[in-house]
């Protein structure tokens, strides 16, 4: 940690900064600029303490950290990438996951179809929302427990794995139950009760970036769920929130390289929350496996157009078997499979 | 609600558009511009449900409701200012309310001794976190329990009503017990569970607006407690993020007058989160007054520079004894009391 | 132009906006919802004028566009792509194209041996900057017309053509004398003199994006050039601002299909500028390709910790080399060649 | 400047850095911390010329500038305010000042009119736009040289003076005639040549804050005019691009105090842009006035609803009379005169 002093600090507020950070056990270096007086403070164990501690103090101008505030999700204390295995499959392999299926599951009959169709399309997991975190109150809210059951029938007949969202730390043991992934979304990312609940459970957790999250926050969110004892998280880069009016969010590719430089967790994208238009979701799978994404999570809905939540953003079947296509050339292209 | 057709859409998609919103049971009218056809919805009562029932027909190019989304917060449905009373005082009157206090509770001896400091002071209600939503797990998380039993002495001594913070839903009967204001915080603007749980119980609210919520949403977050019953709902705007870099947050002060116009709910203001920074704290109090804020949410401490949390925000006890002094003219000025 | 009154319009004020609107020439059709009533305008051509006409008059609560405010720019009018020839190669086409180069041209020998290796690894124009618009007037400016020679001078060696900033409308002759393209940068893409005197050059035009500007007002700017008579007008996308800061921008990838979408000017993408960071620029350039950008600008330099502007998001002559190699295989596997 | 070495960073690395760094004329001086090593380097006196020299070295992590890039702005070194003396008038000293008039220059009479009548309310300076940058190419434009006769005129009749936007480095000369303070646009705040060429002039310059420009970015703009020579440079906040849509910018009113703290320029604030609605004006006129805003720029037309641009943002005469008249009282609360 590096403590900047301003410009007119006396040198009792320098000796005063001093002593309080030897008082919490650390050792200092001075150095003394042309303007400015700089105090260096080495072996940060407890950072948000020591800056608590020192960024009122009378002459303090700035306080810079030298080491990143997450620990157990960076690569700089652990190199190898994360493997996740999920009922049969990896992430953050060379080969990549798509997870498809609509927004919400919204009756047996239909999500059993669709089920069918993008596994027979290629995909490796099957989404879909019982519980639905709704910025309306008059909105449609999920099926619950039903719709929890209605997916574990389409995994007895696809035999593919079940991600789906758990928005309240009271329902987690219940959809622990049927999940084969946990999804907390991007509402909750800083609902850090939930967030650690999860990461007492044995089971995978996709972590949705929050709508206005700084990627630094983001892996600070996993770090809740690493440090409670869940080693298996893994990142869905969704959109953030800009000033940009045509598309929903700004789907942020560049975050792909950045999470892959600063963590070993593996990352995957979803267009279809970032664009929230289906004219947009292929353009930018393809643009997130080139950027080396580990997945995606695409909406596919039979019938878009009568969905009873984001049905502007879901694929038809034809579109998404098509696009499956195209993703094998674009992931065959950045020495990946799919 | 409007529907707009694209130029190239056919006179079959127009067609279509048309008996799918007759058949949700509404009217329409058709006009025919000079390159666009528009659709006239009348009379629409479930918007959600239109909404995805069209939006991805083909042809359709873009929606356009005419009624806002927010019915119980809005001033078009209840005219006359929601006015609140609170352990004897009201919100949303000609008088301005100040909540002062430190971030976190963290020892009952410097809760009591701050506590009779801002009544001393002037202050109207205590602050105080036992709960608190850090971005670190390895940060102070409060002292739970213990926290709310130390601000309850603190109303006993003071007679100022506590305005704390719960971040969970399970912990929302245990804060009722003690709490004279539930407090939602921005990182729970969008845990929708909470929100419907507090609107169970026959307690005031304040509902911070999230780190990038609009202002829209953030009345749709009102209207989920407004809908479970609880009509005591007051707004508390906290800034916002944007690329400023020199506070931490950007403080909308025009949030004020656009709530007071959109909605008939009090809105104060807290120039503390949103600047982050204990010298820009009372410009920001001054300007929110003179904006028409109901009132204010100040951090005062009595060794900032000793605080578990946010210490460089907080006011020393004789900064902020010195501000409600020139609040009191800054309201008179305005035509208010505090 | 759809105009909506709020509940509380009198039966006078519509009558009042029905007047001046017809009174402008255009015909209106009223419906009378159940709470709003809601004024059709009928074939406006004069938009603005009527906007500014009705906005503020009393009782009205909103305008709403139907056609979009940019005309030769849009695919609506124009659906064919516009393909630009420039100096042998064409841009718009199947082929994507490549401009190569460092940020500021700073020397002769320097620039002729970079542009002989950008040449060999494939690239198909040079950059460089001979004006750079520094938001530091401490910092180097760019050598003017001495810059232009030299770029004319590897044009001469490499055949390759010239892509260069021109930052003043009294420049213009200048570097039209010398450039194969303008390029307008996103400091100055609200410049609207400088749109224009460009707009009057029988010569390509690259205009980047506004900093924070929406695809709309880009549109608009590019509207600017094409109605002055040039239709020869490429945009390239080079990151918003937001707050995220492990990159110097956001880079908008959905900007690709969405320009792709609304207009027939051929788009390219900056990943350099967008994240101002070489470890993250082969990442995006395969983004953007993948998502169907049809071109890409990259700043390759020799020695990029010599480089006197950006040098920390320079390539590096064998890692631009290695690059081209790549999005060759991404480029083939979305149907396109390089 | 400090200079972060990565965790992988190798003895080597850093001896290349050092060297490096003392070549360029500057001592260094290492630490060692825990995992990572920190470079000192003293006396910096061309930053942006070391930042290139080592931010893309292998092995650098991160680069942290100690001073402000800023100096000439600075209140570092320059701890007085600037007091700005225009027309017999002060900016910057206790008495605030108010510029008020249509955003654009329509017609002599309605000018003539408008300048009586602020006159008469109370105003200082009268705005008014001869050369207005408009996103569209097909908007009123403005009348040029004639919008500038018909102030020159206003100024005679009501002693007040002239603020003016000039939009091009050519026009310089002519609205130096006729303005007594140059405009700067928020459009224009990168246009570094018109920002060198008027400070060049004798005559006061507004500098208005870039649509999405950081405070540090504006100072630097303020910079750029002062190091031509030219002292007299006030800036004016007129909000931020953000995600909010109920207002069109983000009023960024925290701006005023982190100037007044950063700087001895003066600052003033246009909440007629910031919100682009005459119903929230008011409202964010006094809180400018109680933050510390030493002046505001307020547009005012006669009709609103007959102007030729912006009229939704313009204040109606009476309106403004009775604005003034409450600013007053704030700003005798805060301890001003107006």
Redesign the interface.
């Known amino acids: 940690m ?1 403590i ?1 002093m301003s ?1 007119s600090a006396e040198r009792k507020d320098i000796q005063n900064v001093k002593s ?1 950070v030897e008082e919490l056990g650390y050792a200092t ?1 001075l ?1 003394q ?4 007086t ?1 105090i ?1 403070v ?2 940060v164990t ?4 020591l800056m ?6 009378p002459g303090v101008e700035n306080l ?1 950290p ?2 990143r ?1 997450f620990k157990m999700a960076s690569r ?1 204390f652990h190199p190898e990438n994360t493997v996740i295995s999920i009922n049969g499959k990896k992430i953050g392999n060379k080969e990549i996951v798509v997870i498809a299926g609509p927004c919400a599951v919204e009756s047996e009959e239909n999500y059993l179809e669709i089920a069918e169709l993008v596994k027979a399309a290629g995909a490796n997991f099957l989404r879909g929302g019982a519980f639905k ?8 809210q999920g099926l619950g427990e039903k719709g929890l059951e209605i997916m574990a029938k389409a995994r007895e007949k696809t035999g593919l794995g079940i991600v789906t969202e758990v ?4 329902d987690v043991p219940l959809v622990f139950k049927y999940a084969d992934v946990f999804q907390i979304g991007a ?2 990312m ?4 939930l967030l ?1 609940t999860v990461g007492r459970f044995n089971k995978p957790v996709m972590l949705k970036r929050g ?2 999250a ?4 983001w892996l ?2 996993a ?2 769920i690493l ?1 409670e004892g869940n080693p298996n998280v893994f990142l869905c880069e969704r959109g ?8 929903r969010n ?9 999470i ?3 963590s070993h967790l593996p990352v995957i994208v979803d267009p279809s929350h ?2 929230g238009d ?3 979701v292929c ?2 799978a ?7 994404a580990d997945g995606l999570m695409v909406e596919v809905h039979i019938d ?9 953003q ?1 694929l038809k079947p034809d579109v998404f078997m098509e696009l499956m296509q ?1 993703l094998k ?2 992931a ?3 020495g990946r499979t799919l």
């Open positions: 590096i900047t410009v309080k270096k150095f600029g042309e303007r400015k700089v260096h080495i072996g407890e950072r948000e303490k608590k501690a020192v960024e009122s103090m810079v030298i080491l505030p700089e975190p709704r910025s309306s109150p008059y909105s449609f928005v309240s730390e009271v509402r909750n800083h609902n850090f009760h650690k709508m206005s700084t990627i630094e926050e600070m969110s770090e809740y440090s953030i929130r800009t000033f940009e009016r045509y598309t700004t789907l942020d590719i560049s975050a792909v390289p950045v892959d430089n600063l970032a664009s289906s004219k947009y353009a930018l393809k643009a997130a496996i080139a950027a080396g878009p157009s009568r969905a009873l939540s984001d049905g502007k879901s195209d050339k674009v065959q292209a950045v």
